[in-house]
């Protein structure tokens, strides 16, 4: 449930000897997203403040730092003290994929896993402790509507343990402190996942409103969508989801000109993502640009980066009857990630339109083996029994 992490890093400083001085390059400001916002079209309506996100309850404030307090003065370290604490009162913490602040997950015992990151600062914030985090991908688990697709995320916390200053280091500052211990918290771990990269606390505030505003967005009410994006790109101003969600927004509000002025904006300065991207194709295929729509499909390639975006591609593929490049990119993936049982199942999928029937069948075998959940082997099996009946 959760692990060590010791990393390090070494900076190298290489410089040259010149008779004259280097200039320096003016660095490009990218203004915010929000500029190009049509404000007049949504009212700003109330949302959780910053404070509001990590306050826990009085009582267990009150409850966690006597008993943190003892812990650490009988030397037990904070970050361990913190990850064993948060392992024994969220013990009945059930998923359900609602984003919740520290006080509401902490009372309803339940919640995704950024309302357990929330719940994990809440208590380091309590005790001073630094956090770190880290993002990764997973097969999409996706609600889509139209244009929106929403994507889940998977956070889990570093708590960071106390800095170690040695002798040699006070005496000489240019020291870099190469290790730093820490407990890493994961309550839901999942095995295919795939690094997409370190965050700081900014992000995990913008991914705490971007997933409220996600849900306000499906519900259709813009007003309070508008207001919690606003109050993300504070945190994140340059987030590409972001950007897409801001754009989607716009759209459904019935502003496409605007929708289209978040999409450029973000290719013109290179803020893209697969999802930003497909998104711009959807608004595409409705303006009838086609010009634009293959443009944006040779940019969705391009945008690719994880197995599962290679996989959205594929989908994409089959969907169009495109079999001869489904298949190519959907052996590709399973060639480099074969344990993945989803490019097997989609695999499947391709076969069974071409009337291979016992080729779908040995790709549903595969795909079963490596199932990695009862839902997933469950619906690969209900598929093959189903195909067998064909056969």
């Known amino acids: 449930m959760r692990y060590f992490i010791v990393f390090s890093f070494i900076i190298f400083l290489l410089t040259g000897c010149n008779a004259t001085a280097p200039k320096l390059e003016q660095k490009v400001v990218i203004p915010s997203p929000v500029s190009l916002a049509n404000h007049a079209l949504f009212k700003l309506q109330p949302v959780p403040s910053e404070q509001e996100i990590f306050s826990l309850p009085e009582a267990e404030q009150i409850k966690f730092l006597e008993k943190y307090n003892s812990s650490i003065s009988q030397g037990k370290r904070a970050d361990t003290f ?6 024994k009162s969220v013990s009945n913490f059930t998923y359900d994929g609602k984003t919740f602040t520290a006080t509401e997950a ?35 688990i996706f609600k889509k509507e139209q244009d929106l697709v929403l994507v889940s995320s998977h956070f889990n916390t570093k708590l960071f343990a106390p800095k170690i200053e040695t002798e040699s280091q006070e005496t000489d500052r240019s020291w870099i402190q190469i290790l730093r211990a820490g407990t890493v918290v994961d309550y839901f771990p999942q095995q295919n996942t795939f690094y997409v990269g370190n965050a700081k606390y900014p992000r995990l505030i913008s991914k705490f409103y971007a997933n409220l505003a996600a849900e306000a967005l499906l519900k259709e009410n813009f007003d309070l969508s508008y207001s919690l994006a606003n109050e993300a790109f504070k945190f994140t101003p340059h987030n590409p989801e972001l950007i897409n969600l801001f754009a989607i927004l716009h759209r459904r509000a019935g502003d496409t000109d605007t929708a289209k002025k978040l999409f450029e904006f973000a290719l013109e300065h290179k803020l893209v993502s697969s999802n930003l991207i497909a998104s711009y194709r959807y608004l595409a295929d409705q303006l009838v640009d086609i010009a634009l729509a293959d443009r944006l499909e040779t940019e969705l390639e391009k945008a ?6 290679y996989l959205q591609l594929a989908i994409k593929a089959t969907n169009g009857k495109q079999f001869y490049k489904a298949k190519k990119i959907l052996n590709k993936i399973i060639e480099q990630h074969p344990y993945l049982p989803e490019p097997h199942f989609e695999l499947a999928k391709v076969y069974y339109m071409q009337n291979h029937h016992d080729l779908a069948k040995t790709a549903l075998e595969e795909a079963i083996k490596m199932s990695d959940s009862q839902e997933k082997t469950g619906m690969y099996e209900a598929k093959l029994k189903s195909l067998e009946l064909t056969l």
């Not at 919640?111 to 914030?125: D, E, K, R, W």
């Not at 690719?304 to 975006?309: E, H, I, L, V, Y």
């Open 106 to 140: 902490f009372n309803q015992q339940h919640g995704n896993c950024i309302s357990l990151a929330v719940l994990t600062q809440a208590y380091a914030n309590l005790a001073g402790v630094e956090t770190s985090f880290r993002e990764v991908s997973t097969y999409p």
């Open 82 to 87: 913190i990850a064993d604490y948060l392992e």
């Open 304 to 309: 690719a980066k994880t197995p599962f975006d």
